[in-house]
């Protein structure tokens, strides 16, 4: 007994706050060390409910059934590359004047500069304004419909603009039959999913439109009708032993898909001079498998939509304003909170000051299972981190005392091939005090002026703590 | 001056070469860096930057190191770019520490001393009851509610919980948040206030009677909503400690129901384990008559001189009559040397950083002086509106939520007291100050010296009628040394009486003179 401890041999004591108690207390001999603590937002009403739960075996066995069978569903999706089309033709409910953009649901009134950015673009490239300031003040009418692409089965990384015209890959879960869908990642620089639309950018997109969608098409069309269709899934696996985390780090995963998709492109051109270039734009990006490998993972967690007593997050996403996330359990409903601030290693010419709340869908990857929690697995970008592979180590390991379980297919080498932290599981999250890690890039604030760096970002709890409430909630009902 | 280095035929990736170029940027004298592998594009991200490159001279294979610094140093920083290519500064630097795994504590513990943050603070309690840890909560700020449910909690598993809000504590002789170095000894006290421990803890000290418990249990313990629970909790606790023989049980006014509670609790432990004698003080609580084996106060001199009369084997109904002797022999030494200074001006000011010491002056003034406001009153309707800008005799607690917002506690840091005790001795009314001096670990490591200065200002502007009363709670043996502290305040020209009531009782009585 502790009490008895405490009185008959005097405090041995852990010092949680003021240092100056841990240091006066060594001055006169007393055992005592001095806690590391984070603050902790989680209302003490709440974690007493969690407990609660976790007390009440019918409950903890629904709810752990509940998520054995997310896990199930999560694992056994087969995302492949189906095909291509417009967004408008192969998008359920995209049509007229609506825009999809990254992340939870938001008014242009309440957008950051690269989301209004991406936005002005998105109209220009479509033609329903002339120019930027037309653009804008149609937006700033109410003229454009917003809507996340998370309500249209469909991920976009940073700002996330999908428009009616825009090519999008088809990514089919063989398993469970549903589809998700991205655009083609368009490279690196003065890019629209920063938030920049100046007339190169949009030239790009018509680019992309007309010449490497048509290419790209046709050889994914080829390779599905002979039954031979590009498997995401094997791509990230192997991409996972060559150094790619899947969201800071696709250069093994864009590689592998060009080695795959090459012979096909070939047998398919019709222009060999505008195939060299597709595959030179290819090899140019580094991300390009981002966008696939966001679709494979949208479409491996909408197979877990909706499975009640689950405990486990289906969707994190930010849009530049707010972060967002929906449950396994509730899935039509948005918790949110203010979007965190990136810390991130800067490019030349910005200072943190420049850089905007956290912006895009690609942290559906972590809500995969890899992206930021699979780290220890990607030592080339470790200096985003911190500096050393330990570091990078050190985000994986704390990532499994949020997760469900360790990831069946993707396995990290360095940790003697286990597999990654999977399944984020909001009790733990709750419990643990500790929020989602993820790495990724950041905008600029300001309109236009593209992407400012990379690096780590936590998730705020605010999300998790609202989340858990209706969770709890919903358990009574 | 923009100048560029270019190192041939070598490749770093672009986060190497970021990084860098960053460190470059840290350099005094340097106001821009970059650095970069000489593709076109990069060149011409360069140029547009205004550094002078010769597109024809570079491959993409080379590094080309742009800098914008001071002409005598740029060629040195330059260099130091390429031998940092090889050598990067910053793997010498520490590391982000948040990403380590949680590590188990180095010892086995008992007690978890939380003194984070209020809003956080709740969750910190329980989280560490569940690891079976006893909790000292110096946080403030934690909600009746949370209070209730931590205690409730506690309880069932056998564990206690003092505070929140609870500043002092001594468990088997050791003293924890502020507290003095005393001995132990054969008392236990159980105390809903910090400072009210420290003072009668002194006390006993000084008369050489040692404390081996003293369990804070923070001031809304006694609040009926809590219903005493450390308290109660407390009591058994010394009672189930035979090394304790008389116990001390403090607090400001009780609720009827608390009282009962208290002396059902006590009645059933004396049952259960033997009858222990109590000495009570309810600072502000009407006096109540002894009774057998339990004796009520109203000071905390007064119960330290019960505890006394009980070690001794003295009566201890003769204590309070012997008390009110001194007292006016000291009263009328003091009245006589002091006489020759002129009359004092008509207003009393008391300047505390012990919240249930300015109570204890309160209610010692109340029999006194008339109207005696505070911040922290005894009597509701003697409210000090304006705690900044008092009027007529008044005492303001400044460790009160309007003066400790976003600083720290004034035992800590006495500053904003010591300047408000300054202005006002200033003001041509006040003829008395009062003040406390509280000592011990956690506190500030030298109160007198500053309240020194306050006290030679004052009379350094001519300023003689005043007189500045104060005592310390402190001992010889705490850090800030109390024999050190009663030169310093007395070669000040300040009178340190023997007890907090004492300086009460005898500021009060002159200024009514």
Known sequence: ?477 | MKATKVIKGRYADSITLMLIAEELKKQRGVSDAVMNMATPANIDIMREGGFQIDLESYSPDDIIIGIDAEPENAKAFLKNAEDWLSNPPWQKEGRDKTAEAPSEPPLDTNLAIISVSGKYAAIEAFKNLERDRNVMLFSDNVTKAEEIALKQVAHRRGLLVMGPDCGTAVINGVGLGFANRGKTGIVGMVGASGTGIQETYTLLQKRDIGVLHAIGTGGRDIHDEVGGATFLDGLQILWEDSRISIVVCISKPLSDSMKNKISSKIESLSRTYGPKPVAHCYVGDKRRAHQPNNYFCTGFEETARVVEALVTQTPVDSVLPRMAEERKIKLERLDETLRHRGSPGPVLRGFYTGGTLCYEAQSVLSEILPGVRSNAPIDRELIARDPFHPEGHCVIDYGEDAFTQGRLHPMIDPSLRNAQMKKQSMQPEVGVVLFDVVLGFGCHENPGEELAQVIAGTYAHGKGNRFFFCSITGLDEDPQDARKQRRLLESAGAIVCASNSEAAYIAGHLLKR
């Open chain 1, 1 to 477: 007994m502790n009490k008895e401890s405490l009185f008959r041999e005097g405090p041995k004591v852990a010092n949680i706050g003021l240092e100056r108690f841990n240091e006066t207390l060594k001055e006169q001999g007393v055992p005592t060390y001095q806690q590391p603590w984070t603050p902790d937002h989680t209302p003490l009403s709440l974690y007493l409910r969690v407990k609660e739960v976790e007390r009440d075996l019918v409950l903890a066995e629904r709810i752990g059934n509940a998520n054995r069978e997310t896990l199930t569903r999560l694992q056994t999706s087969l995302p492949i590359l189906h095909g291509m089309g417009l967004a408008k033709d192969v998008i359920p409910g995209l049509s007229g004047r609506m825009l999809l953009h990254a992340g939870p649901p938001i008014t242009w009134e309440r957008m950051s500069g690269p989301m209004r950015g991406a936005v002005t673009g998105a109209i220009l490239y479509e033609g329903w304004a002339k120019n930027v300031e037309e653009a804008q003040g149609m937006a700033a009418r109410g003229d454009i419909v917003f809507d996340p692409c998370h309500h249209h089965q469909a991920v976009g990384p940073m700002a996330g603009l999908i428009s009616p015209h825009m090519p999008v890959f088809i990514v089919k879960n063989t398993a469970y039959g549903n589809m998700a869908y991205a655009t083609m990642n368009e490279g690196f620089g003065q890019v629209l999913r920063m938030g920049a639309f100046s007339e190169r950018v949009v030239n790009h997109l018509r680019w992309m439109r007309q010449t490497l969608y048509p290419i790209l098409c046709r050889a994914i069309d080829t390779l599905r009708e002979l039954d031979r269709p590009i498997n995401l899934k094997s791509i990230m696996a192997q991409a996972l032993h060559m150094g790619d985390e899947m969201h800071n780090r696709n250069k093994a995963g864009t590689s592998l898909f060009i080695r795959q998709i090459a012979p096909t492109l070939a047998e398919t051109a019709e222009d060999t001079s505008k195939t060299a270039d597709a595959l030179r734009f290819l090899d140019s990006n580094d991300h390009f498998f981002l966008n696939l490998a966001m679709a494979g993972a949208k479409a491996s967690l909408d197979a877990c939509a909706g499975i009640p007593y689950s405990s486990i997050v289906q969707v994190m996403a930010r849009n530049g304003t707010d972060f967002g996330i929906r449950l396994a359990c509730l899935p039509d409903r948005w918790f949110t909170c203010p979007a965190a601030v990136p810390k991130v290693l800067l490019f030349p010419g910005f200072t943190q000051e420049d850089v905007n709340p956290d912006i895009g869908d690609s942290a559906i990857m972590e809500t995969y299972g890899i992206g930021g929690f699979a780290l220890a697995t990607a030592p080339a970008i470790v200096q985003f981190v911190g500096g050393t592979p330990q570091d990078a180590a050190n985000y994986t390991i704390e990532m499994y005392t949020i997760c469900h379980s360790e990831n069946r297919d993707y396995t990290i080498p360095a940790l003697q091939f286990k597999g990654t932290p999977t399944g984020i599981d909001l009790l733990k999250v709750i419990r643990q005090n500790t929020t989602p890690i993820l790495d990724t890039g950041a905008a600029s604030k300001e309109a236009g002026r593209g992407q400012v760096g990379a690096g780590i970002v936590r998730m705020p709890s605010e999300a998790f703590i609202k989340a858990a409430q209706a969770f709890l909630d919903n358990l009574r009902t």
